[in-house]
């Protein structure tokens, strides 16, 4: 057993931390749950010149070739800053799908744009049954000819706003098990019948609604086998909760650190605040929620890179840290008193995001579900 | 970063997992690792052989200089060790063994000689005499006196809650040499059991096991080549055993994995109205929330055994995974309790008992579970202070 991490993934932390604390201020962060697009151009091409967003890639692609456990670091960093952007959805739910299951032509066609910074992606998969199960995708595509023509509504789909390709989980054919008949579809993001609109949300992301009307693909931008979608799927969001699950990691150790910052500088009565005992025992339990959350989103994470199954791990880093990350940034609220619960205070950015962070990809009962199952029952 | 175990560490495992299995009956539920249920009469038997098949091993003290009877074996094989003893439910995980770290620190040639060998031989055990009736948390407010005459000390006082002292042949005393500095002024004694004066009062816990003992010390002498460390110089003894019990919150961890284990084992084999409890909704959501919370106390014990590898200082990671695994130890009680329903709080012996009555002990027992050792309460108080998070004292 080795718990340390390489010079390289330490160098990495680094330098993250660094360049986002200088060029993603909370000035920014706040400007951009503002903005229709939710991201700034100009720093993501910053990022894509650092190697970011081809991290995961091969390097023929273009990209960095590093790990999933290398990657965890990096949304750590973006978690802490609260990095808005449509990072995950265009390296975890769009890129890394294409990378396993694309063909040779859909990988030399999109993979290098990822990584040079010239496309955005993302997964269309959840509908107005707001749920992560087969049964719920009725998005429909049947085809014509050598075409696929696709119609329905997805809903909560990340930055779909400004996604140059959308990776649309359809139903192409009916059966008794609905985890059949599932196929994944490239499309293009300029298709004509394409139409999104933002939907508001309490932590200022960019969630969209997604329509479809007879939206025509070719039958080459079908990613993996047709019908045989659904396998897919469960992957990516494996993929995506542990991702998602970084964020919130990195999230939460910001918010237990300017907690305990805050209980130190913050006087009352005299003294600081941070010597009473009932302060000193809240951030004793925050400090059990985010050390043992880090270790146990790093074991995930580095099974992940090794290839060792890991559905339970990733189940129960992101079971754990959707309830363990609202309890910290709660309690943090409570620490700070009525600042906190300014507008003005960093604190609030984190209280939102990690309620948002919690339904995304799997609550807590969704992937107690998932553990269940892995422990035979 | 690499999360696995080596070859050997696996073979090791695999060995003492084997070991285990040829030493308990069969169809072993497990008890809870420590003094409380060795001293069970059913148990009692059982947990002096297998003392003494550890220590003929060379297993108690695995990681110690070959002189005193151990191994010089990597911190890692000890860890698996006890892993497996507490996750078997196996009993014979000493607390001696924590006296050994403490002799080894602060101990003479000779005293190593005297008394770390028969320790890692299987052949004695000790008792841990800290708590006073007045001295409980506040450890330094000991007031068993010790006074300096000749070539001994004249111990006068008593000692409270020193579990299994009945069946200890030793026990680590601290006690005040100083009356008047409260904080300098205590001294730790190595006492032979049978000296003359000493008076043993058992007092049942709550779980109606006799495993607490009253210590009385009426003139008792001990003689000075028995005072562990300086005179006067307790505290160091102290702060240092504080340390020693790094592992204690893991032990709760892996006793709780087992019962956890059973009870889905049960849910898988029983039926309630035509259904397998375990493909109810509610059950199955209670248990991977169980899973999930012992999963991540395990995963936090992986980094404090690196910690300790790596010579990096446990404090906080050791009482974090105290608060977490005591906690845990309790909620996995209960929710056995709740699935078991009616028949949870059946005694073991009664002819409809299911899961052979461990639940009910259980819940009785891991309410000492945040006392032991340390209150939680004491251990948050570590976690936050200079050694943890370095929140101010005022
Ligand atoms: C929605 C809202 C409406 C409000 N409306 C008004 C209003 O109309 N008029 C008005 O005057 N004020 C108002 N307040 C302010 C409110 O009274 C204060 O927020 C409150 O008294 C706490 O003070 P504080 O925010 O400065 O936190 P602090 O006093 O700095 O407390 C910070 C943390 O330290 C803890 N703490 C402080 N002292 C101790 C102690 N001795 N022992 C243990 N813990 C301690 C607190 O419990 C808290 O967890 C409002 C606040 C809110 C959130
Ligand atoms: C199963 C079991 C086995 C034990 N075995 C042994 C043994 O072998 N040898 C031995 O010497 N002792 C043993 N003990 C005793 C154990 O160490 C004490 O129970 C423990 O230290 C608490 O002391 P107390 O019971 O006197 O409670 P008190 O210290 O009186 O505490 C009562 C309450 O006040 C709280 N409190 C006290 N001080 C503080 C503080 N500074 N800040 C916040 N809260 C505080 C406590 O957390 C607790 O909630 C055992 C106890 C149990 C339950």
Redesign the interface.
């Known amino acids: 057993?080795?718990?340390?991490?390489?010079e390289e993934?330490e160098m990495l932390w680094k330098s993250a931390r660094d360049f986002l604390a200088n060029k993603c201020p909370k000035t920014l962060v706040r400007q951009m749950e503002e903005d229709e697009k939710g991201y700034v151009p100009e720093l993501w091409k910053e990022m894509a010149d650092l190697g970011w967003i081809g991290l995961p890639f091969p390097e023929k692609y273009g990209g960095g070739g590093f790990t999933f456990?290398d990657l965890v670091i990096l949304l750590e960093e973006m978690g802490r800053a609260c990095l808005p952007g449509p990072f995950i959805s265009t390296v975890v739910l769009g890129g890394l799908p294409i990378a396993k299951w694309g063909t040779e032509q859909q990988k030399k066609d999109i993979l290098p744009k990822i990584c040079k910074g010239e496309a955005i992606l993302t997964l269309a998969l959840t509908e107005p049954s707001a749920r992560y199960d087969a049964v719920s995708v009725q998005v429909k595509a049947k085809v014509e000819g050598d075409h696929y023509v696709i119609s329905g509504t997805k809903l909560f789909v990340n930055d779909a706003n400004v996604a140059d390709y959308i990776i649309v989980v359809a139903r192409t054919a009916d059966s008794a098990n609905p985890e059949e008949g599932i196929t994944l579809f490239i499309v293009d993001g300029k298709s004509p019948g394409i139409t999104t609109h933002l939907l508001r949300t309490i932590a200022g992301d960019k969630q969209c609604e997604f329509t479809l009307n007879k939206v025509k693909v070719p039958k080459a931008s079908v990613l993996g086998k047709p019908n045989q979608g659904w396998g897919m799927v469960g992957e990516i969001i494996q993929w995506a909760a542990l991702a998602k699950a970084a964020e919130m990691m990195g999230g939460a150790q910001q918010v237990l650190e300017m907690t305990?910052q805050y209980?130190?500088d913050r006087v009352q009565f005299d003294?600081?605040i941070?010597?009473f005992?009932i302060?000193?025992?809240y951030?004793?339990?925050m400090?059990?929620d985010v050390?043992?959350?880090r270790?146990?989103l790093?074991?995930a994470a580095?099974?992940l890179s090794e290839g060792i199954s890991c559905a339970k791990?990733i189940?129960?880093?992101k079971?754990?840290l959707s309830e363990a990350y609202r309890r910290v940034t709660a309690q943090a609220h409570q620490i700070h008193g009525a600042i906190g619960f300014t507008k003005d205070h960093d604190l609030e950015l984190y209280f939102r995001r990690a309620k948002a962070a919690e339904l995304f990809f799997g609550d807590?009962?969704f992937?107690?579900?998932i553990?269940?199952q892995q422990?035979?029952? | 970063?690499?999360?696995?175990?080596?070859d050997d560490?696996e073979a090791f495992r695999k060995e003492v997992q084997q070991f285990i299995n040829e030493s308990m009956p069969p169809g072993w539920l497990g008890v809870d690792p420590g003094p409380e249920e060795e001293t069970r009469e059913d148990v009692g038997p059982l947990a002096r052989q297998m003392w003494r098949k550890l220590g003929q091993k060379s297993w108690i003290g695995l990681t110690l200089p070959k002189a005193y009877g151990g191994q010089e074996a990597p911190l890692?094989k000890e860890m698996i060790l006890l892993q497996e003893l507490a996750y078997r439910g196996a009993p014979g995980m000493d607390t001696a063994i924590a006296q050994v770290d403490l002799i080894l620190t602060f101990g003479t040639e000779e005293q190593k000689r005297r008394f770390v060998v028969p320790i890692t031989r299987g052949e004695v055990k000790w008792a841990i005499g800290m708590s006073e009736p007045n001295a409980g948390s506040d450890t330094f407010a000991v007031q068993l006196r010790a006074v300096e005459e000749e070539d001994y000390f004249v111990l006068n006082g008593q000692k409270i809650w020193s579990s299994g002292a009945h069946n200890a042949n030793y026990e680590m005393v601290y006690a005040r040499t100083d009356p008047e500095n409260k904080h300098m002024g205590l001294s730790v004694f190595m006492v032979d059991l049978k000296s003359p004066g000493i008076t043993l009062r058992q007092i049942p816990q709550m779980t109606g096991i006799p495993a607490f003992c009253e210590v009385f010390f009426d003139n008792v002498r001990v003689p000075k080549e028995n005072l562990l460390g300086e005179k006067n110089g307790g505290w160091q003894v102290l702060l240092h055993a504080f340390g020693a019990e790094r592992t204690y919150g893991l032990f709760a961890i892996y006793n709780a994995k087992r019962y956890l284990d059973h009870l889905?084992q049960y849910?898988?084999e029983t039926h309630v109205d035509g259904q397998l409890l375990?493909?109810d909704p509610l059950v199955?959501?209670r248990?991977?929330?169980m899973?999930?919370?012992i999963?991540?106390?395990c995963?936090?014990g992986?980094?404090l055994?690196?910690q300790a590898i790596q010579g990096q200082p446990t404090v906080?990671?050791s009482?974090?995974i105290k608060?977490?695994g005591a906690a845990i130890a309790q909620r996995v009680a209960n929710l056995g309790m709740q699935i078991l329903g009616l028949y949870g709080p059946l005694h073991e012996r009664s002819k409809w008992v299911r899961l052979g009555g461990r639940f009910s002990h259980e819940y009785l027992s891991t309410i000492g579970s945040s006392l032991a050792g340390g209150t939680t309460?004491n251990?948050?108080?570590h976690?936050?202070?200079r050694a943890?998070?370095?929140?101010?004292?005022?």
């Open positions: 057993m080795d718990l340390s991490f390489s993934q456990l305990i209980a130190k003294r600081p941070g010597s005992q302060i000193q025992h951030l004793a339990d400090s059990i050390d043992s959350s270790v146990s790093h074991k580095w099974m791990e189940s129960v880093i079971g754990w807590a009962d992937h107690r579900e553990v269940a422990l035979g029952m | 970063m690499d999360f696995r175990y080596t560490e890692w889905i849910c898988n375990s493909k199955r959501n248990l991977a929330q899973a999930i919370e999963e991540v106390g995963n936090l992986h980094e055994n690196w906080k990671t009482n974090q608060v977490h309460e251990s948050k108080n976690i936050a202070g943890g998070l370095g929140l101010p004292k005022k």
